[in-house]
């Protein structure tokens, strides 16, 4: 064999390739010419041909010359023919690739997006880290796999591949679903390679979690149309849904618009606090929600305001039996804070198209509606009626001129005494506010203290009122002698109040008003509306030393065994009572059981609205204690007062 590799003839190319010269080789064996394949594995590829007489290819370094050579080299008679020639520019591109694939590998591996590689049938050929941990499976789960693994709901059939024409696709946003069953909100952006005829082979995907990106854009988008108290749609998304409706099934059939708002809401806010208060409105966004059906409209505009529409097959017919169904959910109680607590509510009902063609005239007219309800007694529902838009207008004008009222001094109080009705003589006098507006003229109590209430003026009022009552009657006592009392009504806000005994103690010391001659009265249905808040504050009031009244007994829920709960002085029989009914049925034997009641608690009676002198003499005979009517005086004002007292009294 080494004979035959020493014959070998050699042409110039190899000669240099080798460093010699042709003559330097001819007759020597190889690594005699050659002596560096002694140490490389090349002669054990000759070896191998030789004696197997099988021809052999291969590729090696040679690091003489520092260079890649491929050799081909065939047995025969005469030895071994040798052919090679140096393919190290190959080899070095072939790195220069596979370099490149690798930092290629290192990105994919490490880039946060995740890496989808698929045939053209979408079968999944590669993934990348990221893309496991976007979609919870590993890479052994996924490869193999075909993509409509990740999307069950709309299987993936290979559209995005055989789109003729297509080579990629930038930011579209679609929903995985991940191996826990959750779904992935991502951004897609794909190469597709084709071939020369259009065909598809592959796709090439990166994929962007934007799960979260969407739970925020959702919870802002929640943020800007729902009330994030009650979960409820709030007036902009009102606005838009009611526009809609009025535009689809309001060329088909009526739409009712009602404005809910809770009766004496703010009461039991002050007195609960505004976490329970919150408990509150959630509760009966609830019940009201669940009253209607599931296409009509509930809404809650703030504080205590709340709207639904509703479509009305039926016109008025309809919408009064939804309100119907709205007030059964306030029927059983709501457990706050340990305690129950019924709410009410007052409802106002516009009809489209009769009542207003736009959603801003149902509105009005709606909310005018419900200051109706609440004017006639709360409660209930009324049906938008034309008149009720000047009523609108005078109260807007009312409550804005509330704002300003008490610092441009318009209120004024006027006095209607009090007599003892055994010695006919004036025993005391009940103070009673009245507003003088600038442009309306004198403003009864009745139609601006509901908007005082609601709108949380009040508390100022009534500390206004208690303070003039002290140091009108001071100065009166003081100048006439008489030991006469002063009764300043107190509304359930200021009950609730917890700065109401501070007030009260403080206005006393200020007029030099000694606390016996002062007494509070507070409506029945307001002093039970809070029995335990109620309770707290006569008893902290009664330890001041002043006397405590019950007005318009017998029209709220004429219970009985609460009294016995406060510490009273005085029952005012409500005027109701003490006049015979239109049906000429006559109440004395009820007057009477009242009047021996209340003595049988240590309480004295007061009769309200007094008129004649039998209904005086009447009253009198069954024990009644004191009275006040325009039979003996109308309210006046404190100079009349002064010049009517020497009638009535001898001190």
């Known amino acids: 064999m080494s004979d035959l590799i020493g014959a070998t003839p050699v042409n110039q190319k190899t000669a240099v390739f080798l460093g010699l010269q042709p003559g330097d080789i001819l007759g020597k064996l190889i690594w005699e010419a050659v002596p560096d394949v002694l140490n490389s594995s090349i002669l054990v590829h000759y070896r191998n041909a030789m004696e197997t007489g099988t021809p052999v290819f291969f590729e090696e370094y040679w690091e003489p010359a520092q260079a890649w050579v491929e050799i081909r080299a065939y047995p025969n008679e005469d030895g071994l023919s040798v052919y090679f020639h140096d393919v190290t520019a190959r080899h070095l591109n072939e790195a220069a690739i596979r370099e490149s694939e690798q930092r290629l590998r290192d990105v994919i591996e490490m880039t946060p997006a995740g890496y989808l590689l698929t045939d053209s049938q979408a079968n999944i050929l590669d993934v990348n880290p990221a893309l496991c941990e976007i979609v919870g499976y590993t890479e052994e789960e996924l490869t193999g796999k075909n993509m409509a693994m990740l999307t069950p709901s709309c299987p993936f059939d290979g559209a995005l591949l055989i789109q003729n024409g297509v080579s990629a696709v930038h930011a579209k946003e679609a929903v995985i679903k991940r191996k826990d069953g959750t779904d992935a909100h991502i951004l897609l952006n794909a190469n597709i390679k084709r071939d020369g005829e259009g065909n598809a082979v592959a796709l090439t995907s990166f994929i962007t979690d934007i799960t979260v990106r969407k739970q925020t854009e959702r919870r802002l988008e929640l943020l800007a149309t729902h009330d994030t108290l009650t979960g409820l749609p709030n007036r902009a998304l009102l606005n838009e849904r009611l526009q809609h409706l009025l535009e689809t099934d309001g060329q088909r059939e009526p739409i009712a618009v009602m404005f809910v708002d809770l009766d004496r809401f703010k009461e039991v806010n002050d007195s609960l606090g505004h976490v329970p208060g919150d408990e509150l409105l959630c509760e009966v966004a609830k019940r009201l929600k669940d009253k209607v059906r599931p296409t009509d409209i509930v809404a809650r505009l703030g504080g205590d305001e709340f709207v639904i529409a509703a479509p009305c097959s039926k016109g008025p017919y309809s919408a009064t039996r939804i309100a119907e169904n709205l007030f059964k959910a306030f029927n059983d109680p709501i457990e706050v804070c340990n305690q129950e607590v019924f709410a009410r509510a007052s409802i106002g009902i516009a009809m489209y198209p009769q009542d207003g063609n736009t959603k801003e005239a149902l509105f009005q007219n709606a909310d005018a509606a ?252 069954m024990g009644c204690d004191e009275g006040q009517g325009y039979y003996f005086a109308r309210p006046i004002t404190l100079q009349e007062l002064e010049a009517l007292i020497p009638k009535f009294c001898t001190c």
């Open 370 to 621: 419900m200051y109706s309800a609440k004017a006639a007694g709360r409660n209930g529902y009324r049906f938008f009626q034309p008149e009720m838009s000047e009523q609108a207008r005078v109260r807007m004008t009312l409550e804005s001129s509330l704002h300003r009222a008490l610092e441009r001094d318009e209120f004024v109080l006027l006095y209607q005494p009090r007599i003892d009705l055994k010695t006919m003589t004036i025993s005391g006098m009940e103070a009673l506010i009245r507003w003088n507006h600038p442009q309306l003229g004198r403003i009864s109590p009745l139609d601006f203290i509901p908007i005082a209430e609601e709108r949380g003026f009040i508390d100022a009022i009534g500390k206004w009122v208690l303070e003039t009552a002290c140091l009108d009657s001071s100065r009166l006592i003081k100048k006439l002698g008489c030991p006469l009392r002063v009764s300043v009504n107190l509304s359930a806000r200021q009950v609730a109040s917890h700065v109401l005994v501070e007030q009260v103690d403080r206005a006393l010391k200020q007029a030099d008003l000694k606390p016996e001659l002062l007494e509070l009265e507070l409506t029945e249905s307001a002093l039970i509306e809070n029995v335990q808040v109620s309770t707290s504050v006569f008893n902290e009031l009664k330890k001041l030393g002043v006397l405590l009244a019950v007005d318009d007994f017998g029209t709220g829920y004429s219970g009985l065994g609460y009294l016995g709960r406060f510490p009273l002085d005085i029952l005012k029989l409500d005027r109701s009572f003490v006049n015979p009914d239109v049906s000429g049925n006559n109440s004395e034997r009820v007057v009477k059981a009242f009047i021996e009641m209340a003595h049988a608690l240590d309480l004295s009676v007061v009769a309200e609205g007094i008129e004649t002198e039998a209904m005086s003499t009447t009253l009198r005979d």
